[in-house]
């Protein structure tokens, strides 16, 4: 029973797969950028219209031309017939071919005697041959062949006479229009036209909002935006001032935070720091070494707090190299004789703008949360076209998948998942993904090849 159960369970599953890969397969052949996508949708309607006016137009103007200029003809092959029939005498026949040649602009001969061949009319030929076949069976009513293949543009009809046959030659402007080569040639041109107008207009309404875009970009990596004015539409410029209003908070927010932590910081650093001094005084004793230990973790808790909560937002961007920045925190931590491996994968330009100190604390306190829990730890640094990954991979207990976004919550530790008597007050990771963060990257953790804990850093370049 749980057999069938789990299959359709799994018939379910495919079933649902495959619904929600079809609006996918779709995406897949749709432009990806906002450009492209808007000259889609003002290029598709006037494909379309250009192609229905098009078939209207073919199908409605060219066959009613065609026909009209059929019958015309035929009207005309219809009249030197009856003038001809019976035929009169040769010199007659001259003068009446030399009038028709003036004033019919057809090329007339007539052959005494002569039978047309027995040849079966084709019904596949094209359009203006079906229409000039469908106007000489009306109009004149006798046998008849029609030669369209010339080479230099001529069109032969032949007509059997009661004696002899009728040769006509015409140039073919007397059957086809064409109106529809003009009429293709002006919409062609015009589509042009219209397509390089809406390529300008497009590019010109799209530059604000790639502007905000980047301007956004920047911001959230923690850099330097300078003067954005909104610009373009109405709506981008009303996302352009939301976008600047809320910076100008932001970066209001964060500086008032720092002044009031500059304040707090001078205030619980300096009866920290009197503790200390009548302890020194106090001379030796159990109960002074627990009260210098209970000031010690007091100091040092409140360092962490206040770098949590200044978050590093003081420091300036300078342009540097990620992968010097963990170099230089692998360096300092293998002081203490501990096993750490690095390893650079790729080649390529790094070089970008970040506040190093900030960055370098964010690589330092992954390598030094992976020391407390394990005794090997390798770090890699992957060098990508658009960004760096940084893996810190230790043999450590490791943390449960469920309980892996919990640890970058501000104070909270894992005692079950880890040694509770390692120290800390649960603000290495948090501190570590707010800067990654902050430099517009991000950081999570995974299960590692070595048998403990994964953190992957993507830094973008």
Known sequence: MSNRVNSAETIT??????ATSRPSRIKRFLPKTLFRRALLIIVTPLILMQAISTFVFFDRHWDTMTRRLAHMLAGDISYVVDILSPLPASNQVADITARVRKLLYMIVVVEPGA???????????DRVERRLSEAMEERVRRPYLIDTGRENRRVVVKVQLPDGVLSVDVHEKR????TPYIFLMWMVGSSLVLFAIAIVFMRNQIRPIRRLAIAARSFG????VGEFRPEGAAEVRQAAEAFRQMRERIQRQLTQRTEMLAGV?????????????????????????????DVEDMEHMVEGYLAFARGEGTEELVTANP???????????????????????????????VRSQALKRAFTNLIVNAKKFATRIEVLIKIGSDEVLVL??????GIGAQYREEVFKPFHRLDPSRNPKTGGIGLGLTIARDITRNHGGDLV???????GLRARLRLPL
Do not use: W
């Open 221 to 224: 990596m923690g850099r330097e």
């Open 323 to 353: 992968i010097d920045l963990v170099e230089e925190a692998v360096s300092a931590e293998r002081r203490d004789g501990s096993d750490i491996a690095l390893r650079v994968l790729g080649a390529g330009d790094c070089i970008t703008e």
């Open 175 to 178: 059957l086809y229009s064409f």
């Open 392 to 397: 810190v991979d230790d043999n450590g207990p």
């Open 265 to 293: 910081s001078h205030d619980l650093r300096t009866p920290l720091t009197r503790m200390k001094l009548q302890l020194a005084m106090l001379g030796e004793g159990p109960e002074i070494e627990d009260l210098k230990s």
């Open 13 to 18: 599953s495919l079933g649902q797969a495959d």
């Open 115 to 125: 039978i047309l061949a027995n040849t079966s009319r084709s019904a596949t030929g």
């Open 445 to 451: 953790l995974e299960d590692s090849p070595l048998g």
